[in-house]
Every structure is written in structure tokens, then in C-alpha cells.
């Protein structure tokens, strides 16, 4: 079962403006991650967020995190047309020193019109 | 250096015959993970193993699908009496240990068709 759900599911913006997406999750998790999917083959890490943490940047990425209303939000700045792409959070669940599977939401197919 | 790499990139087989896909994961990274994408399930975790030995087998669908690792390196998943709902896209991911705060990085993945 996914822990995450995210919105929306599609979103389409023109070249430049910001996008934004949310991802809303379910239990207790060690930390968050956002992860990039081109044409349904291999993920991309972008980030990761601990739960610890609330805001963290990288490069044109901003993601934030809210623990007590467990959800994530993804912002990615001045897009551009190389932004398209699917989108996904993945939860890293407790309990601590164990190997963490991932636990993925259901995606956020983004589309910037050129 | 090199990233995951997953064989066959592509793969179609007839409906009851037994597949294997592999995984090389990049080099030193102790921690390896079979995930599953399919239109209707999403993105799902499979098996992972922490060197050789697989503590969470929780995830895999059916006793048809099985996986080993060896010499903490190389990985192979492996299909019994295929059926059609085992097409999806079976992607690989590894990881330096199995600390929470280790990114996987995933492979191209392995399209697999079940005809």
C-alpha cells in the first residue's frame, strides 16, 4: 500500500513560472525524499528532508515539511521546458537503524509548455 | 564513477516461463532494493538485503518471485511461471548503508512484457 498521496496528480505550467507540489503521508517517518522520473524509467534523487527539519533548498528546489500535518511540499522555481517530468515523494518509515525501503507516493506529472 | 545497472533493459516472455533480471549496484554500497512500477500498483517495494541476506522479504507478491545477492555486489530477482500481471517496469536501487538518512539511487530499471 503507498504511504503517500500527492496533488495533484498533473499539473501543466508555461516556462518560468513556479510549480508547486504536495505530498501528504500517513505514519511516523524518519525522513522524506523527492524523487524526479522521466518517461517511467529510472528515479532521480533531488532531495532529502529529515524529519527534524522544516525547510531545506536546493538549487531551484525548495522542499518544506510538516510533521504534524504529515505532508511535504516540493517548489521548483523559474521552471523550465527540462522540468517535465513525474514527480515523487518517498517515505523513509521508523523505526531507526534498519534498512529503510521507501515507501512512494502516487506522483505528480508535471508538464512546462515552452 | 558508475551508477546502477539493470540487465535486460527490456524484456518480453511468454506467459508461464521463468525470467531473471539483474542489478549491479554501485560499488561499495551495501544496501540494495527491488522496487516494482506498474500502471496500477504505483511504485511498490519488493525485497531488500543489507549484504548478502535479506531481512524484509515482506513485500514480494508471491512465493514466484524470489532474489539472492552475492559477494555483496551483484543481485539477481527472479520470476517463476510468469503471468501477465507481472509486467511493470522492476527498478533496482542501492545505497552506502542502511542508516535512514542513505539516498538510493535507482538503475534504469528492467521493462518486463509477459505476453
Known amino acids: 500500500s503507498q504511504q503517500g498521496e500527492e496533488d495533484p496528480q498533473a499539473l501543466s505550467i508555461q516556462e518560468g513560472e513556479n510549480a508547486t507540489m504536495n505530498c501528504s503521508y500517513k505514519?511516523?517517518?524518519?525522513?522524506l525524499q523527492w524523487y524526479r522520473q522521466n518517461s517511467g524509467r529510472g528515479l532521480v534523487h533531488l532531495i532529502l528532508i529529515r524529519s527534524n527539519e522544516r525547510e531545506k533548498h536546493s538549487g531551484r528546489l525548495r522542499v518544506t515539511l510538516d510533521t504534524s500535518k504529515k505532508s511535504s511540499s516540493l517548489l521548483i522555481t523559474a521552471s523550465r521546458a527540462a522540468d517535465t517530468a513525474s514527480y515523487f515523494c518517498?517515505?523513509?518509515?521508523?523505526?531507526?537503524?534498519?534498512?529503510?525501503?521507501?515507501?512512494f507516493g502516487s506522483g505528480t506529472q508535471l508538464t512546462v509548455l515552452p | 564513477g558508475a551508477g546502477v545497472s539493470q540487465s535486460p533493459s527490456n524484456k518480453v516472455t511468454e506467459k508461464g516461463k521463468d525470467v531473471e533480471l539483474r542489478c549491479d549496484p554501485i560499488s561499495g554500497h551495501t544496501a540494495l532494493y527491488w522496487y516494482r512500477q506498474s500502471l496500477g500498483q504505483g511504485l511498490e517495494f519488493l525485497i531488500y538485503?543489507?549484504?548478502?541476506?535479506?531481512?524484509?522479504k515482506s513485500g514480494l507478491p508471491s512465493d514466484r518471485f524470489s532474489a539472492e545477492r552475492t559477494g555483496g555486489s551483484v543481485s539477481t530477482l527472479t520470476i517463476q511461471r510468469t503471468q501477465q500481471e507481472d509486467s511493470a517496469v522492476y527498478l533496482c536501487a542501492s545505497s552506502l548503508g542502511t542508516g535512514g538518512y542513505n539516498e538510493q539511487y535507482f538503475g534504469p530499471g528492467t521493462r518486463l512484457t509477459v505476453t
Open positions: 505514519t511516523s517517518i524518519n525522513n
Open positions: 518517498a517515505t523513509a518509515l521508523l523505526p531507526s537503524g534498519s534498512a529503510r525501503q521507501l515507501t
Open positions: 538485503f543489507q549484504g548478502n541476506s535479506a531481512p524484509d
